[in-house]
């Protein structure tokens, strides 16, 4: 190969491979939080994304995007997911209530 033509190779895999936008999703409804670099925007304004936690594809109807570094995508990809609080407090709600029983 040519000089240029190496040098034209070797600049467009530097492009391909620095060009990954990292985006932090997050679901206001419930609170969760998706990390992922494959995100699409519908004109309804729904978005279809790939977890990067789980790699399952995800839409979400109301969503707030965020741009993030790799670090920071890195950071939230590997970390578990707190619990969200319509899941707490639904369980908490299926506990039993106890009657106290000491003024009957």
Known sequence: MTMKKTAAVCLALLCLGGCTTYYK???????RE???TELQRSN???ATLKDARTGNT???QNSEIAKVTKEQYD??????PAASSSSSSAASSA???QENNAFK
């Open 25 to 31: 999703v997050t679901d206001p409804t419930t609170g």
């Open 34 to 36: 998706y990390y992922t």
């Open 44 to 46: 309804s304004g729904a």
């Open 58 to 60: 995800v839409n979400l």
């Open 75 to 80: 950071a939230g990809k590997y970390t578990t």
């Open 95 to 97: 506990q039993p209530k």
